[in-house]
C-alpha cells in the first residue's frame, strides 16, 4: 500500500478538530510530497493570494519538486487587470485556467508533459493540492479527458486519496482540499470569514452569514450592489434587508430574513453568479 493511502486511512479515523486537523493535514502532506515528482496548486484567480497555501508551497520547495501555479475560475475575473494590480510574475510555471469554459486544458497538458521529461523516470505521479473547492476535480477530469474524479460544489467533497492515470507512465494524484495550519491561528471571525469567501465552508453552512456579507462589501466596495441592483452605499444591513424584501425572504411580522438572505448571497459568490 502506498504511503499516501495508508495515511489518509489513518487521517480518516482521527476526528475532525483544528489539532487533530492538522496533525492529519501533516500526514497526508508529507507522504504525498514524497511520492510526487510534480505538484499543481490550484488556485481561485479571483482570490490568488488568499487560496495560495504558502504552508504547503514551503515544504514543496524544500523537497526540492517542480511546483506549477493554475489559477482556476479565470472566467469569473478580468485576467488583464488582474496582472496589472496583482503580482503574478512569481507563481511560475503557471497559468490561467478555466475549468468552466474548459480555457488552459491544451496548455496545462504540454506544461505537464514538459517538466515530466525533466524528471526522467518510467513513472511520473503529479500531485494536485488546493484549499477545498477551488475546482480541483473539474481540472482534474479535463487533464485525464474523462469523469476520472467525482465533483461537486459540497466544500471538501473528495475524502480520500485518488490516482488518477492520464497516459502512458504518468499519474494524477489527488488528495482532500487542504486547509492550512496557519489559518487555525485567525480570529474565529476572520477564519469564518476568510473561508466562507473562497468557497472552503459551503454556503449553507456559514455561521454568521451576516458578517461575512458584511465582510464582502467592506473588502469589494460596490460589488454586490452592482450585482443585485440595489443602491445601498456600502451598507450591508440595507443590502440585505432591500433585498430580502426584493426576494421574498420574509418571516413572521413582514420582516426580512437576514439570515436566509445572507446566504443567498454567499450561495451565488461561491458559485461564481458575482463578478469581482
Not at 487560496?51 to 520547495?61: A, D, G, Q, S, V
Not at 497516459?167 to 474565529?188: C, M, Q, R, T
Request: no cysteine; hydrophobic share 35%; aromatic share 6%.
Amino acid at each position: 500500500m502506498s504511503r499516501i493511502l495508508e495515511g489518509s486511512r489513518k487521517a480518516r479515523k482521527r476526528s475532525v478538530g483544528p489539532a487533530r486537523h492538522k496533525k492529519s493535514v501533516s500526514v497526508i502532506i508529507d507522504n504525498l510530497i514524497m511520492d510526487s515528482d510534480l505538484i499543481i496548486e490550484v488556485l481561485d484567480a479571483r482570490f490568488i493570494e488568499k487560496t495560495r497555501n504558502l504552508f504547503l508551497e514551503k515544504r514543496i520547495k524544500a523537497a526540492g519538486k517542480v511546483l506549477i501555479y493554475l489559477l482556476n475560475k479565470s472566467d469569473l475575473v478580468d485576467i488583464n487587470k488582474i496582472k496589472k494590480e496583482e503580482d503574478v510574475s512569481q507563481l511560475k510555471p503557471g497559468l490561467f485556467f478555466s475549468s468552466k469554459e474548459r480555457k488552459g486544458t491544451a496548455v496545462l497538458r504540454k506544461l505537464i508533459k514538459m517538466e515530466a521529461k525533466k524528471v526522467d523516470k518510467d513513472r511520473v505521479n503529479i500531485g494536485v493540492l488546493g484549499y477545498p473547492n477551488v475546482g480541483k476535480s473539474s481540472v482534474i477530469n479535463l487533464i485525464a479527458g474523462r469523469a476520472s474524479s467525482k465533483t461537486s460544489s459540497e466544500a471538501g467533497y473528495t475524502k480520500g486519496i485518488q490516482k488518477i492515470k492520464i497516459s502512458e507512465g504518468v499519474y494524477l494524484i489527488d488528495a482532500p482540499g487542504i486547509v492550512p495550519p496557519e489559518d487555525w491561528k485567525s480570529s474565529v471571525n476572520k477564519l469564518l470569514a476568510k473561508h466562507s469567501k473562497i468557497g472552503a465552508v459551503t454556503w449553507y453552512k456559514a455561521r454568521d452569514p451576516e458578517m461575512i456579507v458584511f465582510e464582502l462589501m467592506k473588502e469589494y466596495p460596490g460589488i454586490l450592489e452592482r450585482h443585485y441592483k440595489i443602491p445601498a452605499e456600502g451598507d450591508s444591513d440595507d443590502l440585505i434587508e432591500k433585498l430580502g424584501r426584493k426576494l421574498n425572504h420574509l418571516k413572521k411580522g413582514n420582516l426580512v430574513d437576514e439570515i436566509r438572505t445572507s446566504k443567498q448571497i454567499l450561495r451565488d459568490w461561491q458559485e461564481g453568479k458575482i463578478r469581482v
